[in-house]
């Protein structure tokens, strides 16, 4: 039973201009791909081990890489190559998610500035979420830390802001990226997201 | 006339004083020691440009704002509120500020372990020196985010150690000797993700001579 690195749904080149080929082919082939060996590697080696604290020594690692597994999986299905590129990336259609992002931020607008804000505030590596809480059946933004997974809430956008996600192309500029994001946000994956978490 | 000219000046003079002691002390982006160019090729020009003019000055910034609120914080809550904007940004003041001093060009100092009280005192705790870097260097690429690795001197077991801090934390358990940012700011443009080929590199235009003095000062 071992983790695979999917595969992109779109050419490396697919996000251009707004994330580039660079960017896009080390951090699906490099970086997730380390987290799913190394997922891989403390997965062998917890199944292997004889005590809890052996076990529990191993909760980092699992943590870790399969929190970067998780994060980067969901990432590449909410992207999508922009209207210029006869992708569906960065369209809002009629529907569940925009009604509910209407009802809990107002406006599509209110909700990046929030989400950006938010993202823009995390002290180190990342990753700024839209997620759906289940109890209340509202949309909130919510932040994680190096590659924790989104517990708290059902994940419907993740946006990473690890600097090897930007920097090549943004350098330190994490403002410009995470505007720039919002074009090859995939809106359809996030609803399906959102209908699929409200059923939970 | 002397002494009408000195009793006007006292009232705003003393104004002056308050204002001082009420507002927040000014922190400076210190200057690099060498030139921008000057750590290559083991750290290029683009990295040490951004890095040093943008991303310690944005530390700077925020900590000056930070404790610009802090100084005006009415409250115990208020305080507690600024504390992670503090940390944070005067963390990545104070880190980086340790940092550009214990890096030196190659050509100079830089990467040169002269026999002495460190490096004495590095194979004592190591074994060797080859194993002390083998071990910092897995160490520091093993943390999980951003951070930084040291070598550290603890005051209290009296021996040099490698620790991490996450983040902008500075290290407060140990006497910094050596940091190294780990950041990927610090090396992407130039080593990608191979995070091993930068920590290899970063020996070469490492200021033993600085690691030194740090250490005399604490360990005599």
Same mark, same amino acid.
């Given at each position: ?200 | ?82 504390? !992670?904007? *503090?940390?944070?940004? %005067?963390? =990545? ?7 550009? &001093?214990? /890096? ?36 520091? !690429?093993? *943390?999980?985010?951003? %951070?930084? =690795? ?7 077991? &009296?021996? /040099? ?60």
């Amino acid at each position: 039973m071992s983790n695979t690195l999917p595969d992109l749904p779109y050419a490396y080149d697919g996000l251009e201009p707004y994330i580039s080929k660079q960017i896009m082919e080390l951090h699906h082939k490099k970086h997730h791909q380390t987290y799913v060996n190394a997922l891989n590697a403390a997965e062998a080696s917890y199944a292997k081990a004889a005590s809890p604290k052996e076990r529990i020594a191993l909760q980092a690692a699992l943590k870790f890489n399969g929190g970067g597994h998780i994060n980067h999986s969901l990432f590449w299905k909410n992207l999508a190559p922009s209207g210029e590129k006869g992708g569906k990336g960065g369209v809002l259609s009629e529907g569940p998610l925009k009604e509910a992002i209407v009802a809990s931020f107002g406006s599509l607008d209110n909700l990046k500035k929030e989400f950006n804000a938010a993202t823009l505030g995390i002290q180190g590596s990342g990753w700024g979420w839209l997620g759906l809480n289940p109890s209340t059946k509202r949309l909130e933004i919510a932040t994680t830390a190096n590659q924790d997974p989104l517990l708290t809430l059902v994940p419907l956008i993740g946006v990473d802001i690890w600097e090897h996600a930007f920097y090549l192309q943004y350098l330190n500029v994490k403002a410009d990226y995470l505007n720039a994001i919002w074009s090859v946000i995939n809106f359809d994956e996030a609803q399906i997201r959102l209908v699929e978490g409200s059923k939970l | 006339m002397l002494s009408i000219a000195r009793s006007s000046l006292r009232p705003s003079l003393a104004r002056s004083l308050v204002n001082a002691r009420l507002a927040a002390s000014i922190h400076t982006l210190p200057d690099l020691p060498y030139a921008y160019n000057a750590l290559e090729p083991y750290i290029c020009e683009e990295i040490m440009t951004l890095h040093h003019k943008k991303h310690h000055q944005t530390y700077v910034t925020g900590l000056n704002a930070a404790e610009e609120s802090y100084a005006k914080a009415a409250s115990t809550e208020e305080k507690i509120g600024l504390q !992670a904007a *503090i940390k944070f940004n %005067g963390g =990545g003041h104070i880190n980086h500020s340790l940092f550009w &001093k214990n /890096l030196a060009p190659a050509a100079q100092e830089g990467g040169k372990l002269e026999s002495g009280a460190l490096k004495t005192a590095i194979e004592r705790d190591f074994g060797s020196v080859e194993e002390f870097k083998k071990t910092f260097n897995t160490k520091t !690429a093993g *943390i999980q985010g951003s %951070g930084w =690795g040291w070598l550290g001197y603890n005051s209290a077991t &009296k021996k /040099l150690e490698i620790v991490t801090t996450a983040n902008q934390d500075p290290l407060i358990t140990h006497t910094p000797i050596i940091g190294v940012d780990i950041w990927e700011h610090a090396f992407y443009i130039q080593y990608k993700n191979v995070k091993p080929d930068y920590l290899n590199a970063i020996w070469n235009v490492i200021n033993f001579k600085e690691a030194e003095k740090r250490f005399t000062e604490v360990a005599k």
